[in-house]
Nanobody, 124 residues
Framework: QVQLVESGGGLVQAGDSLRLSCAAS????????MGWFRQAPGKEREFVAA????????YYADSVKGRFTISRDNARNTAYLQMNGLRPEDTAVYYC?????????????????WGQGTQVTVSS
């Protein structure tokens, strides 16, 4: 069993930056693909970013590419999402997710574990 806990969300103004953290339990963290998804009120969850177990492969949604950076520190069992140049349309609950396998990194069904979410609100 893997447990994920997100932190780092908050209320910021457009153009500001935030770094989200995802603390994972278990000694198998290094073997997990880690992903970030987000969900705005009344909307479906959407893929944001993912990172392979080694950190060598990074994937981003077109809407955040060039602004967000996903990373991981396997020694600390933690994944991160650095968000720069935030926009009001980035407002959502951000969820950390972990996958034991699969190649569809942008698909919710491929992820086995989910965190509780952290709220990010970007004002104009």
């Amino acid at each position: 069993q893997v447990q994920l806990v997100e932190s780092g969300g908050g209320l910021v103004q457009a153009g500001d930056s935030l770094r989200l953290s995802c603390a994972a339990s278990g000694r198998t963290f290094s073997m997990l693909t880690m992903g970030w998804f987000r969900q705005a009120p009344g909307k479906e969850r959407e893929f944001v970013a993912a990172i392979s177990w080694s950190g060598g492969s990074l994937y981003y949604a077109d809407s955040v590419k060039g602004r967000f950076t996903i990373s991981r520190d396997n020694a600390r069992n933690t994944a991160y999402l650095q968000m720069n140049g935030l926009r009001p349309e980035d407002t959502a609950v951000y969820y950390c997710a972990a996958s034991l396998g699969g190649t569809s990194y942008d698909t919710e069904h491929e992820y086995d574990y989910w965190g509780q979410g952290t709220q990010v609100t970007v004002s104009s």
